[in-house]
């Protein structure tokens, strides 16, 4: 956490509008919440301290994890249950929606690999509705699979996909048979942030294609040693944890 907070500050300090988003798999989606490998025993006030601290734009809470925080969750993040959940951002003049879709277990079980046609078509109806947004960010909990079954539905009516869940991780993705979409998947252990640069913007009401180096570009940024801390977030945990 303390690398990661050295990331985004280096970012918020480049002259470019930046927007931080934290995903689906920020925090197990199972009831034994938050997952141990990334907070050890640390108590719900403990790791809501820690998150503020992030100053993230928007982050993502399955229904189990805001329970598990209890009445107030970290400033920010917002909780998704059976219906997509949108959140509005100008970002450097760009009107942007960000999109937060429902787990797969939505009108079936968590064993479910691709979304339902339902479940699907809540997703795009929320895109629809976004349709005045010059940037439309879909974060999805789907996994690889689910994700991969939808990309031609989304494109067009997201520019960008941040997907979460199983599969495999990558900085960012525009494949020739979706354009239009950017799809990036993050580190479900959270060793590293990936970053996507727009050096272009989607013209409204008009077909639009990402390509690399010219309109779009991605990188995945490790949280290795060669990292250093910050120290307002070294410095908060055990102050935090003393509470």
Same mark, same amino acid.
């Given at each position: %956490?303390?690398r990661?907070?050295?990331?985004?500050e280096?970012y918020?300090?480049?002259p470019?509008p930046?927007?931080?988003?934290?995903?689906a798999d920020?925090f197990?989606?199972?009831?034994?919440?938050?997952?141990?490998?990334k907070? $050890?025993?640390?108590s719900?006030?403990? @790791?809501?301290?820690?998150?503020?601290?992030l100053?993230?734009d928007c982050? %993502?809470?399955?229904a189990?994890?805001a329970?598990?925080?209890?009445g107030?969750?970290?400033?920010?993040?917002?909780?998704?249950?059976d219906?997509?959940?949108?959140?509005?951002?100008?970002v450097?003049?760009c009107?942007?929606a960000?999109?937060?879709?429902?787990p797969l277990?939505?009108?079936?079980?968590?064993?479910t690999?691709?979304?339902?046609?339902?479940?699907l078509?809540?997703? !795009?109806?929320a895109?629809?509705? &976004?349709?005045?947004?010059?940037l439309?960010? $879909?974060?999805s909990?789907?996994?690889?699979?689910?994700?991969? &079954?939808?990309?031609?539905a !989304?494109e #067009?009516?997201?520019?960008i996909?941040?997907?979460?869940g199983?599969?495999a991780?990558?900085?960012?993705?525009?494949?020739? #048979? @979706?354009?239009?979409l950017?799809?990036?998947?993050?580190d479900?252990?959270?060793?590293?942030v990936?970053?996507?640069?727009?050096?272009? !913007?989607?013209?409204?009401?008009v077909p639009?294609?990402?390509?690399w180096?010219?309109s %779009?570009q &991605? #990188?995945? @940024?490790?949280l290795?040693?060669?990292v250093?801390?910050?120290?307002? %977030?070294?410095?908060?945990l055990?102050? &935090?944890?003393?509470?």
């Open positions: %956490m303390a990661r907070a050295t990331i985004l280096r918020r300090r480049e470019v930046t927007l931080t988003l934290v995903g920020e197990a989606p199972d009831a034994d919440l938050p997952d141990p490998a907070t $050890g025993k640390a719900p006030e403990t @790791v809501r301290a820690v998150y503020d601290a100053h993230v982050g %993502m809470l399955s189990d994890a329970a598990w925080f209890g107030k969750k970290p400033e920010r993040f917002l909780e998704v249950g219906r997509p959940v949108t959140r509005r951002f100008n450097g003049g009107s942007v960000v999109i937060l879709f429902p277990s939505v009108g079936g079980t968590s064993e690999e691709t979304p339902t046609p339902k479940l078509a809540s997703v !795009l109806a895109a629809d509705a &976004a349709s005045d947004a010059a439309r960010i $879909g974060i909990p789907w996994g690889f699979e689910g994700e991969f &079954a939808v990309r031609e !989304l #067009q009516r997201f520019h996909l941040l997907g979460g199983p599969g991780a990558f900085s960012g993705e525009v494949n020739a #048979q @979706v354009p239009g950017i799809w990036s998947r993050a479900r252990d959270g060793r590293s990936m970053v996507i640069d727009l050096m272009a !913007l989607p013209e409204p009401g639009f294609t990402w390509e180096g010219l %779009m &991605a #990188q995945e @940024v490790r290795t040693s060669a250093p801390s910050d120290p307002r %977030m070294e410095a908060l055990p102050k &935090a944890a003393s509470r």
